[in-house]
């Protein structure tokens, strides 16, 4: 029987969501090297915790990179 | 990072700031859009995420939908762009995870400026789907086969006609 559980389905899809946010703020960027910065921040954040199993954990996690995102997003409207 | 973003507001004046003007090295500002705005007309309150409008007399075409998708796919950096073909599956033969194929779409979004959902980009399988889907979005179906209709509609009603005959 396979470990992985419907709601582990869900919490999978809301951390690809999350990354897909952050993949399109970044692109809204215009400087390149600011752009690669949060883009190695975004992979090694999610690379490094791909192998959590825990449910509440990774919601955790997806919490802590939506506060993230949304920092960068404030940062953004601030400088433009 | 913020504490940056707090420099430059102390710096400035004023919170309107243009686009495109002298601005310090680790600035951020937002991409210029196909539309031209007239800075004089601008609002203080300016909206910060403008929306953009694609111009109409885009005229999209297969080769342009496909060298355009095979440019983004050679620009990222975990492809190997020598490896890179029509039919070169993204996980099996490139090596690519979900996380970079939801990057993939991100550029691919910032390039064609439109928005592919997560329910689109999980059936991308190879660059070939992609094009597809892009054409099927665009409605562009040139280097579709037409079907001829009348030929065979002919040959039905003909096989119809005569199995009704010899019933």
């Known amino acids: 029987m396979n470990q992985f559980s419907l709601k582990h389905f869900i919490v999978r899809s809301q951390a690809l969501a999350l990354y897909r946010d952050i993949m399109r703020t970044m692109m809204k960027i215009e400087d390149q090297d600011y752009r690669k910065e949060i883009r190695e921040w975004a992979r090694s954040e999610f690379h490094r915790n791909r192998t959590l199993r825990d449910l509440g954990e990774i919601r955790t996690q997806v919490a802590l990179g939506r506060r993230s995102l949304n920092e960068l997003k404030l940062a953004m409207r601030m400088a433009s | ?167």
């Open chain 2, 1 to 167: 990072m913020l504490s940056s973003t707090f420099r430059l507001l102390t710096r400035t004046s004023s919170f309107i700031r243009p686009v495109i003007g002298s601005l310090p090295r680790r600035s951020l500002f937002l991409k210029p859009t196909l539309v031209s705005f007239n800075e004089k007309h601008r609002q203080p309150s300016m909206i910060i995420n403008h929306i953009p409008v694609r111009q109409s007399h885009v005229h999209y075409t297969y080769p342009m939908i496909e060298s355009r998708v095979m440019l983004v796919l050679r620009l990222f950096d975990k492809i190997d762009g020598n490896a890179l073909q029509l039919d070169s599956k993204f996980a099996q033969d490139l090596g690519l995870d979900s996380l970079d194929i939801v990057e993939i779409t991100a550029a691919l979004e910032d390039e064609f400026w439109t928005e592919i959902p997560d329910v689109d980009s999980d059936h991308f399988v190879t660059p070939r789907h992609i094009i597809q889907y892009l054409c099927d979005k665009y409605d562009v179906y040139e280097h579709v086969e037409p079907v001829s209709a009348g030929k065979e509609y002919m040959e039905e009603a003909k096989a119809a006609a005569e199995r009704a005959h010899h019933h």
